[in-house]
């Protein structure tokens, strides 16, 4: 394999590309048969555990009993370094590196794998999560049932480029710094988050006041209704199915656009769009950039607002 054009300066082999199974000790799914859940015992872990950021997220998962552990633990025992690569559902095509202390049950919509020699976990780990190892996903999952599916089988096809160990050691070690950085910059961003919501609060409560740049308080608030300040004011399009296209000139805003922090997400790439057909009889629900827009009740899933 020719070698990413991306590289650090001091490697200069060649890559080599490999099937996934030739590279892997162990490559299987978790347990099939569905176990019978406790209220307390041993942490049985499936696909909504796995995120699209390669974690492993323990927000809500079932408990098995210590009997059926020890049962298939004999098969299907689980390392700290091993990958659990989500195969089923919405959450398809993420892997992350379990390093958790205790025991841990694998359901079936988990793939574990237990690279060999030849790759090191965390670099297999980046790649799959990787948009090349996504594009293999994506390329092999089937509809089972109307639910994303990746068959082991198909799994094992994946073709891994890899380096010698040194270099894969210095990739990993490079983008585990990264991910560390991000997670930093995540947790004040939080915090910020948490620090201006504090503010706002104080600040429209009139527990916090400013002065002005002469140290003097301004003059007390007022209090208006709100429909005092307003130019204009418009309700949403009721949009059925058939009104949606794939894309036009149209956009549609949909509520989840609208977020809890004060901003209005559009994606070019996913975006809503009505025909021009319904925009046009709907033109008392067109904004523009001077409208604030706002989410009044959570009935309809479709947009409250059109865009052009």
Not at 176 to 181: I, L, P, Q, S, T
Not at 200 to 212: C, G, H, P, V
Not at 259 to 287: A, D, H, Q, Y
């Amino acid at each position: 394999m020719s070698v990413p054009k991306l590289r650090f300066k001091e490697f200069k082999d060649n890559w080599e590309v490999k099937k996934l199974k030739d590279l892997t000790e162990i490559l299987r799914c978790g347990i099939a048969s569905t176990p019978i859940y406790v209220e307390e015992g041993v942490p049985f872990l499936s696909a909504q555990n796995v995120n699209a950021n390669g974690q492993i997220v323990l927000d809500k998962y079932n408990f098995i009993s210590e009997e059926f552990h020890e049962k298939i633990s004999k098969n299907h025992e689980l390392s700290n370094g091993d990958l659990l690569y989500s195969r089923v559902g919405a959450s398809f095509g993420n892997c992350a590196v379990f390093q958790l202390d205790g025991k841990y049950g694998v359901y079936v919509s988990l793939t574990h794998i237990r690279p060999n020699k030849k790759l090191l976990n965390f670099f297999l780990n980046f790649f799959l999560n990787s948009n090349n190892g996504k594009k293999q996903a994506k390329n092999g999952v089937f509809q089972g049932g109307g639910v994303p599916n990746l068959n082991v089988k198909i799994v094992e096809k994946f073709e891994i480029p890899f380096p010698n160990i040194k270099e894969q050691s210095k990739i990993a070690e490079f983008l585990m710094a990264v991910d560390e950085k991000i997670a930093q910059l995540t947790q004040k961003c939080e915090l910020l988050g948490r620090y201006k919501k504090g503010v706002m609060q104080q600040i429209f409560s009139q527990d916090l006041r400013f002065k002005d740049d002469s140290d003097r308080a301004f003059p007390d608030w007022e209090e208006k209704r709100i429909k005092d300040f307003l130019v204009s004011h418009k309700g949403g399009a009721p949009l059925t199915p058939s009104d949606f296209v794939k894309n036009s000139d149209y956009e549609v805003i949909p509520k989840k656009a609208i977020s809890s922090g004060g901003k209005l997400s559009l994606s070019l790439s996913e975006g809503t769009f009505c025909s021009e057909k319904f925009f046009k009889n709907n033109l008392k629900s067109v904004v523009d950039d001077s409208y604030l827009i706002t989410t009044l009740r959570d009935l309809v899933p479709s947009g409250p607002s059109l865009i052009d």
